[in-house]
């Protein structure tokens, strides 16, 4: 496979739950994202790794658990979820968090939906 | 912090050109990009602009004024295929991309 894979693309789950959200790259890309997307709204950054190690978290509520093991994978644990965080969380990559043309690279989401 | 303005729908005809605001307030300035965005699928590089002025990639063209925090987008020879979301993003520092909330453009024949 090529390019971001995000694994599962739906996920219903209930408020007392707990799963996880997958994405891996295919990249060879040391920087790794996770966003949040809502309806009409902007993406909301969340987390960045970059070397498997975070640099970013932006004031995201601890029932958002990141973790990246290696520079390929990433992974966002999610727990006691509230309905407002449905959403389709999108991953992407980068080739490093510098300035420059520093594109990303996109997944296609995972829409969750909290009951 | 910053914010991105930009207009929520456009509809334009098959063949025509439709151009899309992008404007801009922000504490640093280290790039603006634009993406499109298919309908359930995955946010596609489309340009970036560090410098003023226009950047041509065959149908689709970006413009960068810094001093009025302004982009466009110009889509030309509009095909039905070009409807999506397109996203205007701006990086102030080295990493952080903040994404304006989208324009949806709807191509009709």
């Known amino acids: 496979e090529t390019g971001v894979t995000q694994t599962p693309r739906h996920l219903v789950m209930g408020m007392t739950n707990k799963k996880s959200l997958k994405c891996e790259q295919h990249l060879g890309h040391n920087a790794m994202y996770w966003y949040k997307q809502s309806a009409k709204k902007p993406l909301e950054l969340m987390f960045v790794?970059?070397?498997?190690?975070?640099?970013e978290n932006n004031s995201v509520p601890s029932r958002f658990s990141p973790e990246c093991p290696n520079s390929s994978h990433l992974f966002l644990h999610l727990h006691t979820l509230q309905p407002e965080d449905s959403a389709l969380y999108l991953c992407?990559?980068?080739?490093?968090?510098?300035?420059?043309?520093?594109?990303?690279?996109f997944g296609a989401g995972s829409r969750l939906t909290v009951l | 912090g910053q914010n991105i303005d930009q207009p929520t729908e456009m509809t334009a005809t098959e063949g025509a050109i439709v151009q899309i605001n992008c404007t801009y307030q922000?504490?640093?300035?280290?790039?603006l990009f634009w993406y499109q965005q298919h309908a359930g699928e995955a946010p596609t590089f489309l340009s970036y602009n560090v410098l003023d002025g226009l950047e041509e990639k065959g149908r689709f063209s970006s413009f960068l004024s810094r001093s009025k925090g302004y982009s466009y987008l110009l889509l030309k020879e509009l095909q039905m295929k070009d409807s999506a979301s397109y996203l205007c993003a701006v990086r102030d520092g080295d990493y952080k991309l903040s994404f304006g909330a989208g324009t949806t453009v709807t191509v009709r024949a």
């Open positions: 992407a990559s980068s080739q490093e968090i510098g300035s420059g043309a520093n594109v990303l690279t």
């Open positions: 922000t504490s640093g300035f280290n790039g």
């Open positions: 790794y970059s070397l498997e190690e975070r640099v």
